[in-house]
Nanobody, 121 residues
Framework: QVHVVESGGGLKQPGGSLTLSCVVS????????MGWYRQAPGKERELVAV???????NSEDFVKGRFSITRDDAKSTVTLQLNDLKPEDTAVYYC???????????????WGQGTQVTVSS
């Protein structure tokens, strides 16, 4: 069984910074793509940024120059650094990971419970 747990959300003023962390635990052979999505009130969940096992990053335009994603495979973690926060960044941020539990199993997609980020003055 695989567990995905996020941490680091909170309330910040516009222009502030936050670091979101996600740890994947349980039965893990390999983590493939892992990363972050977000869902604002009344909106659909959207991609923020994901990073593959070879370090390729895919992110939305609103991330450019403000957010950065990194992963540490030794610790099974992925981190999202959010800088220059704006009120429109307010959302629940979800961690997502594609995890193979054995060398012979397909990777399954796993979601965390989400962490709230609120940007307000």
């Amino acid at each position: 069984q695989v567990h995905v747990v996020e941490s680091g959300g909170g309330l910040k003023q516009p222009g502030g910074s936050l670091t979101l962390s996600c740890v994947v635990s349980g039965t893990i052979y390999k983590i493939y793509t892992m990363g972050w999505y977000r869902q604002a009130p009344g909106k659909e969940r959207e991609l923020v940024a994901v990073i593959t096992s070879i370090g390729t990053i895919n992110s939305e335009d609103f991330v450019k120059g403000r957010f950065s994603i990194t992963r540490d495979d030794a610790k099974s973690t992925v981190t999202l650094q959010l800088n220059d926060l704006k009120p429109e960044d307010t959302a629940v941020y979800y961690c997502n990971a594609d995890v193979a539990e054995t060398p012979h199993s397909d990777a399954l997609n796993h979601w965390g419970q989400g962490t709230q980020v609120t940007v307000s003055s």
